[in-house]
């Protein structure tokens, strides 16, 4: 595997801080906020906060002046179909954040409903009583049937922006599809640290 080295590597006259002992000296990153946030979580402050902003800012006007994409501003919440559409689900089931709503706690019963059908279907099976296994689709502990009220945040934009023409049918003359967004990404990936690593 050939290594590209981009640029000299500086020399201090100081042993280099890590970011996270810097944001907090500076006042810029509050850590005690853990008590009211999930571990991994950092509230950004002052002039960090507007750096990020500007940093979004910045981006989108690259992105939409100067290459031609169409800014969105998605929905933060996406169904089944959209996770599933993406590849989120069911692969990475374990990895998203689901929303549980009423509608879907309800939906919830009869996914474990079809999870007893299966068993009682393959127990049909088994004793030649001819009939066909019909049981949800298992992936990581993760069962999944379809539920349009479901819902999930997004793990990034990427998930609303395709499924802005799912089950559509492009005209050529609209292709390349250029868009771009700024949102949160919801994600809580394994094997990242639960708490912020020491120096």
């Given at each position: ?14 042993t280099?801080?890590?970011?996270f ?6 006042g ?9 946030y999930?571990a991994?979580?950092c ?7 507007r ?5 979004g800012?910045f ?5 939409t002046?100067?290459?031609?994409y ?10 089944d179909?959209?996770?599933y559409?993406t ?6 089931s374990?990895?998203q ?10 939906n919830?019963?009869?996914?474990d ?9 393959d127990?049909?099976?088994?004793h030649?009583?001819?009939a ?6 298992h ?9 349009p ?19 559509s049918i ?18 809580a990936?394994?094997g990242r640290p ?6």
């Amino acid at each position: 595997m050939q290594r590209h080295v981009f640029g000299a590597v500086r020399n201090y006259a100081f042993t280099p801080k890590p970011h996270f002992d810097l944001g907090e000296a500076m006042g810029f990153m509050d850590f005690e906020a853990r008590r009211n946030y999930p571990a991994r979580a950092c509230r950004a402050e002052k002039g960090l906060a507007r750096l990020e902003r500007a940093i979004g800012q910045f981006m989108l006007d690259l992105h939409t002046n100067e290459h031609g994409y169409a800014e969105i501003n998605p929905p933060l919440l996406v169904r089944d179909e959209a996770m599933y559409g993406t590849a989120q689900l069911p692969k990475f089931s374990e990895d998203q954040f689901r929303v549980d709503t009423e509608a879907s706690q309800r939906n919830d019963a009869y996914d474990d409903f079809d999870k007893a059908k299966g068993a009682i279907l393959d127990f049909a099976e088994k004793h030649g009583f001819g009939a066909a296994r019909i049981a949800p689709h298992h992936v990581g502990g993760f069962s999944y049937s379809p539920n349009p009220d479901r819902r999930w945040l997004i793990p990034t934009a990427e998930v609303p922006l395709t499924n802005l023409v799912r089950e559509s049918i492009l005209d050529e003359k609209e292709l390349p599809m250029r868009l771009t967004a700024l949102t949160p990404c919801f994600r809580a990936e394994a094997g990242r640290p639960g708490a912020i690593p020491a120096a």
